[in-house]
């Protein structure tokens, strides 16, 4: 192991030691437990290890210069933070964060700078560029017209303000990371590092092989499980879609079928509770509700996701004429839960904790409990490289956030000083003339374009502080509006050009990358759709009555149902849906008409309201008996000439 990788690995051991202190009040470090000692000790760790990981582009002659750069970054990064750390009580005690020494204003400002630099890295040049015209805003916001006018600071405020209050890079994101999510990141490597992937993956092997498409159908639920625990979807895709991908390909499915498959699911592990990707701790967080209410949120939008990815999968494996995998060929589902039932228990006591509401440290129990037993087991026990890679990826996850997250404090932060924060809901209201549509398809655009730059958690916690309050003061429901913030901020992970998670997939399944995106896109296009229905009837995120719960989502099933059938070209029961090889113009025509019809029937059962239902039912009354008439005069007529 190289020098870099150990100093990673050193770092990030102490970044776990520093998170378990902090969670559970230990006290072991005096004065550096303050809350924005603990935050500037997180940004020496993981914000200075970006210049170690994210090394600068330089041409070959320029290397030995490039790697020279990159160790001063870390240096002074990792000194400064230090520094800030041990000073972080005269910090509170003597307002620096509104007048400050000029020692502490010379650092603040490198570590401004550094902290733009490590963002340009993780997030790209776009991302940093945002971010560096925010962050430098206060400097002029006088100056601006109309919605950005707000008050101005000079150049040392400024800087003081960003580096040493707890409301710019010290803030909300930073401490949500420092104290609700570490803990979850800990326990998504301790997951992947002891084999829980596979585990997972023999369980839903076992459980759903045998099935029409089983392989295709066992990457859905494995990543389902996997992802909504690990919250990556790319690192969800490279454990599970290594074995599902090759696989899918090998009893039938197309290169790019197989990709975009895996892919879908698993982006959608981020909104499967019930860990939802840490994401339901942080919502609950803003929205200061148990946790587990937004899990019973997030159920229904969830499951309409992952049943419009079935029905697809179905309906392709029917056209291909793919059966199961053989029995002889699938693991034993009582050797499978024997070999792996401690990893289905660390869930359990991960809920268990939860329940007694103790978020912060439930992972950590959780955590504890499966490393114990995983070496108690010969079979699972960590040696020296599983240890050192399970610090060394709990640092990559860490190091991609802290840089991201300061700076989206940073981006919120000058929002707030420069007083536009507050004014801002309003402001963008009187702007769109409070045309709720406008506002909502605002709204997801943004979420969509910061999606492309940001993990889904930052994306979430940005939104929801500035976009969030603008969409309640229509009168949307805050449960609802938060869902949706979180829905479009991952809609860009399998939407080409972008599709981080469609990349790794495409590459396993030696696929086309654009034409798997727009497979991804098509397989996924429940989870396009479904946020502007939750976000206009709340029903649909477990908010309302019981009966208008189990009316909205009986009827969003069965929209999804006709609408993802339209979408493959066959419904269950009826048959083929659309035009047939061998088809004249007229028969081509008519045949994708029906198939239309299928998609508008589905689309108007999904849309909220009773008249729209019964819209739906009249469409499919009319095309679905039609289709299946149609459809048995082909087999007849087959027959015959057979």
């Known amino acids: ?169 010290l803030g909300i994101p930073l401490k949500t990371v420092g104290t609700v999510l570490i803990g979850y990141l800990i326990f998504g490597v301790c997951l992947g590092i002891t084999g829980a992937g596979d585990f997972f993956l023999k369980l839903a092997m076992s459980l759903f092989g045998h099935a029409r498409g089983g392989v295709a159908k066992v990457a859905l639920i494995a990543s389902a499980l996997f992802g909504s625990v690990n919250g990556s979807a790319v690192a969800n895709v490279m454990t599970i879609g290594s074995i599902t991908i090759p696989l899918m390909k ?51 939008p969830s499951l309409l996701y992952y049943f419009g990815l079935l029905v697809q999968i179905d309906g392709r494996a029917v056209s291909l004429g793919l059966s199961g995998l053989p029995k002889s060929e699938l693991p034993s589902l009582k050797e499978t839960i024997k070999g792996g039932w401690f990893y289905i228990f660390s869930l359990v006591i991960l809920l268990t904790v939860l329940f007694y509401r103790m978020e912060t440290q439930a992972p950590f129990f959780a955590s504890a409990f499966l490393l114990l037993i995983t070496n108690l087991k010969k ?55 409070k045309n709720l549509p406008f506002m909502i398809f605002l709204t997801a655009m943004a979420s969509f374009i910061l999606g492309m730059g940001m993990s889904a958690i930052a994306v979430y916690i940005f939104t929801a502080v500035i976009l969030a309050p603008a969409l309640v003061e229509l009168g949307l429901n805050v449960m609802a509006v938060h869902m949706f913030l979180l829905y479009c901020g991952i809609l860009s992970f399998i939407t080409p050009p972008v599709c981080i998670a469609v990349y790794p997939a495409a590459a396993f399944a030696e696929a086309s990358v654009m034409k798997t995106g727009w497979t991804a896109m098509r397989l996924g296009a429940v989870l396009f759709i479904i946020p502007f229905f939750f976000i206009i009837e709340p029903a649909l995120v477990m908010q309302g009555s019981i009966f208008s719960i189990v009316y909205s989502s009986g009827t969003a099933f069965f929209g999804v149902w006709l609408l993802a059938s339209s979408l493959e070209g066959y419904l269950a029961l009826v048959g083929r849906f659309g035009a047939r090889e061998g088809d004249g113009k007229f028969e081509w025509f008519f045949n994708n008409l029906l198939r239309c019809g299928l998609f508008i029937s589905g689309f108007l059962f999904m849309i909220p309201g009773m008249l729209t239902d019964i819209a739906g039912l009249l469409v499919a009354a009319c095309i679905i008996p039609l289709q299946y008439r149609l459809n048995r005069r082909v087999v007849n007529t087959t027959r015959i000439y057979e």
């Open 1 to 169: 192991m190289d020098l870099r990788r150990w100093i990673i690995v050193a770092l990030s051991a102490f970044g776990i030691f520093l998170a378990i202190d902090q969670v559970f009040y230990l006290s072991l470090l005096g004065n550096l437990d303050l809350e924005n000692s603990y935050s500037y000790l997180l940004m020496a760790l993981f914000l200075s290890t970006v210049f170690l990981t994210f090394r600068i582009h330089v041409q070959e002659k320029y290397k030995t210069i490039g790697v020279w750069l990159d160790g001063a970054l870390f240096l002074a990064s990792l000194l400064i933070n230090l520094y800030m750390a041990v000073m972080g009580y005269d910090i509170l005690m003597k307002g620096w964060s509104a007048v400050a020494p000029t020692h502490m204003i010379v650092l603040s400002t490198i570590l401004w700078f550094l902290i733009l630099e490590a963002t340009r890295r993780t997030g790209g040049l776009a991302l940093s560029i945002v971010v560096a015209c925010f962050s430098f805003y206060p400097l002029f916001a006088e100056l601006l017209p109309g919605l950005l006018k707000g008050a101005a600071l000079d150049f040392h405020s400024t800087v003081a303000y960003h580096i040493m209050s707890p409301d710019s890079a």
């Open 250 to 300: 090998r009893v039938g499915y197309p290169a790019h079928f197989a990709a975009a498959v895996e892919a879908c699911a698993s982006n959608g592990g981020q909104l499967m509770p019930p860990v939802m990707g840490a994401v339901a701790f942080v919502m609950a967080a803003f929205l200061n509700i148990p946790y587990l209410h937004v899990v019973f949120a997030a159920i229904i």
């Open 379 to 433: 079979q699972t026990r960590l040696n020296s490289k599983k240890v050192q890679d399970f610090f060394y990826g709990f640092a990559q996850t860490m190091i991609q956030l802290v840089a991201i997250l300061c700076a989206v404090g940073m981006v919120i932060g000058s929002l707030a000083i420069t007083g536009v924060a507050h004014a801002f809901p309003s402001e963008i209201l009187h702007l769109a003339g």
